[in-house]
């Protein structure tokens, strides 16, 4: 059970992990209807969450014919907490299905989310540009104030080589939290994607290092799920090749993105090992990426 007023008319509630810091749950009604309601925590998240709701709606239509994006059916406020319903996508997640999918089922999974990267790159935002070190540093100080702590000296690594990342990008749409788990599979092998967040800035590059958030960093791997090395970094390697075909700039920018998703998860991290892990992967990626910027 959830205690919180958006929950309060659902009497079938079972609580879905996450780590945005909203309160997720797979509700069923009297009527035998299941649906996912999403709720901002504190009155504080409702705004963050109100754009989620809305990039979801721009993504269902835009990702049309390439991927599926749950309908959200309606919304409200309670206690002054945002909420949104939205249609239940039945499957199993990314690394679940990567398990004991064939050969031939891998290969058709990774071309799928590769087409979902190429629609997201070709969705260009008007005219619009983003600042990717001013992006960087916004979020890198969003991180330190919400830590809360007095030491940030890896951040403050990460923020320093970020100075030196392209002044602009084109924007383009992402869906902001492009992870295996947040990938569902369906019996038909259709694809449904799931639990779209803000990005640090608005370009396809943010969906790419989340996916190497998991083919890389193996982030599902300390959530207890399993998947062969081997695999995850075969896939990793077929979705690389094909992320420097569409832009030879990301090869460079890799491993200091991967360490940003990385930065991202710590002020969410629910226990001591959830934080020692991103910390050690954050700190991995940053030694890898100075090391390709030495080479």
């Known amino acids: 059970m959830i205690d919180h007023p958006a929950f309060a008319d659902c009497r ?9 810091g909203a309160l997720i749950a797979l509700i069923r009604d009297d009527a035998g209807r299941q649906f996912v309601r999403k709720v901002a925590e504190q009155p504080g998240n409702s705004e963050r969450l109100r754009r ?11 990702l049309d014919g390439v991927a599926r994006v749950p309908a959200i059916d309606r919304d409200g406020v309670a206690d002054d907490c945002y909420w949104f319903d939205m249609s239940f996508a039945p499957g199993r997640d990314g690394v679940t299905f990567l398990f004991d999918a064939s050969r031939a089922q891998q290969r058709a999974f990774i071309t799928k989310v590769h087409g979902v990267v190429e629609r997201l790159a070709s969705l260009g935002v008007s005219d619009a540009t983003v600042d990717v070190a001013a992006a960087a540093k916004h979020k890198i100080d969003e991180i330190k104030t919400r830590l809360g702590t007095a030491d940030h000296a890896t951040l403050d690594r990460l923020e320093l080589h970020f100075r030196s990342a392209p002044t602009a990008l084109p924007a383009t749409v992402a869906h902001g939290d492009l992870t295996l788990e947040n990938i569902i599979v369906a019996g038909d092998g259709s694809i449904t994607l799931i639990d779209t967040i803000d990005s640090p800035f608005d370009h396809y590059w943010n969906d790419l290092a989340k996916l ?7 982030w599902f791997q300390h959530r207890g799920k399993r998947l062969p090395i081997a695999l995850s ?49 954050l700190a ?12």
């Open 12 to 20: 079938s509630i079972l609580p879905l992990s996450g780590f945005s």
């Open 212 to 218: 190497f958030q998991d083919l890389e960093g193996r």
């Open 233 to 281: 970094w075969d896939l990793r390697q077929q979705l690389f090749a094909a992320a420097r075909a569409m832009d030879p700039g990301y090869a460079s920018h890799h491993y200091l993105m991967l360490a940003l998703v990385f930065a991202r998860i710590l002020p969410y991290a629910k226990s001591a090992a959830d934080t020692a892990f991103v910390e050690h992967r």
């Open 284 to 295: 991995t990626f940053l030694d890898q990426h100075e090391r390709s910027v030495e080479r």
């Open 52 to 62: 989620q709701a809305t990039r979801q709606g721009d993504l269902e239509r835009w």
